[in-house]
Nanobody, 125 residues
Framework: VQLQASGGGLVQAGGSLRLSCAAS????????MGWFRQAPGKEREFVAA????????YYADSVKGRFTISRDYAKNTVYLQMNSLKFEDTAVYYC???????????????????WGQGTQVTVSS
């Protein structure tokens, strides 16, 4: 399974960006996909997750109400719509896929089997 993240960039505070993560390879056993982020000098943290089969979503408190995760089943792609961006949202954003367990929600890195390369999001204040 290969994951290709895109859509990052530079945006002013209050602006919006949409990240995409295109998956290739086997999909039949996929349970969930998620987004994580890592700011300089900080650990990677959970942002959002979506159940691949039924579209259930789960968010970190820090992004709830501002970010929306969605999936396009036919395109094998997951999206992260980010609105009302804040300076503290600045980070490298990574997408991930879980093919191991139906447990829900999935908020821990170790629960994901495959990772994309990351895309930089920079929010200017």
């Amino acid at each position: 399974v290969q994951l290709q993240a895109s859509g990052g960039g530079l945006v002013q505070a209050g602006g919006s960006l949409r990240l995409s993560c295109a998956a290739s390879g086997r999909t039949g056993s996929r349970y969930a996909m998620g987004w994580f982020r890592q700011a300089p000098g900080k650990e990677r943290e959970f942002v959002a997750a979506i159940s691949w089969s039924d579209g259930r979503t789960y968010y970190a408190d820090s992004v709830k109400g501002r970010f929306t995760i969605s999936r396009d089943y036919a395109k094998n792609t997951v999206y992260l719509q980010m609105n009302s961006l804040k300076f503290e949202d600045t980070a490298v954003y990574y997408c991930a896929a879980d093919h191991s367990s139906s447990a829900w929600p999935k908020t821990i890195m170790q629960e994901y089997d495959y990772w994309g390369q990351g895309t930089q999001v920079t929010v200017s204040s």
